[in-house]
T-cell receptor
Framework: AQSVAQPEDQVNVAEGNPLTVKCTYS??????LFWYVQYPNRGLQFLLK??????LVKGSYGFEAEFNKSQTSFHLKKPSALVSDSALYFC????????????FGGGTRVLVKP | EAQVTQNPRYLITVTGKKLTVTCSQN?????MSWYRQDPGLGLRQIYY???????DKGDVPEGYKVSRKEKRNFPLILESPSPNQTSLYFC????????????????FGAGSRLTVL
């Protein structure tokens, strides 16, 4: 079985400060890892994904994530948060060569205060 | 504009009254999927379709049906809705899993909020 844990229900950060959203996963074998963001009354939007290669992945809107195999983590980061980054963030994992099965975490709400 | 369109966006219904949530995509995507989103549980897959006439169960298929008669449409059917199906539903699509080596990026619809009384 595969699973994703997002240990924080909500993250509060002041505008301009660094933002980190935590994600740990459990999967047998090598994973594909994804981050999606959901703005109010909208569907999820893709931010970035890790397939293989460089552990630091850069994505949309200035976000990046670091794959850490030993800690089975894929934390999302942004050096300087904007108020417009306030949204619900989802981490997801898929086992390579496992076909369709994509497992989402419970989501982390980010609130960036001016 | 490339998009996934769901209808209705909001629906309040009563137990046992059959309903259909439509989903249509204009990107010629082979893969389509339905998820439900519940607080603290993230997104859970209901059904998915790898291509026309090919559908399969996800993690929480009980109480739902789907069909894929055309490539662009993937309706979700609740034959006899119950209060535990009150949720936010998302349809998503992507290119073929085979084409992207399994790391396919999903495009989501805006969601359909369903309340069953």
């Amino acid at each position: 079985a595969q699973s994703v844990a997002q240990p924080e229900d909500q993250v509060n950060v002041a505008e301009g400060n660094p933002l980190t959203v935590k994600c740990t996963y459990s999967v047998s074998g090598n994973p594909y890892l994804f981050w999606y963001v959901q703005y109010p009354n909208r569907g999820l939007q893709f931010l970035l994904k890790y397939i293989t290669g460089d552990n630091l992945v850069k994505g949309s809107y200035g976000f990046e994530a670091e794959f850490n195999k030993s800690q089975t983590s894929f934390h999302l980061k942004k050096p300087s948060a904007l108020v417009s980054d306030s949204a619900l963030y989802f981490c997801a994992v898929k086992r390579i060569a496992a076909g369709n099965k994509l497992t989402f975490g419970g989501g982390t709400r980010v609130l960036v205060k001016p | 504009e490339a998009q996934v369109t769901q209808n209705p966006r909001y629906l309040i219904t009563v137990t046992g009254k059959k309903l259909t949530v439509t989903c249509s995509q204009n990107m010629n995507h082979e893969y389509m999927s339905w998820y439900r989103q519940d607080p603290g549980l993230g997104l859970r897959q209901i059904y998915y379709s790898m291509n026309v006439e090919v559908t399969d169960k996800g993690d929480v298929p009980e109480g739902y049906k789907v069909s894929r008669k055309e490539k662009r449409n993937f309706p979700l059917i609740l034959e006899s809705p119950s209060p535990n199906q009150t949720s936010l539903y998302f349809c998503a699509s992507s290119l073929s899993l085979l084409r992207e080596g399994g790391a396919n990026v999903l495009t989501f619809g805006a969601g359909s909020r369903l309340t069953v009384l």
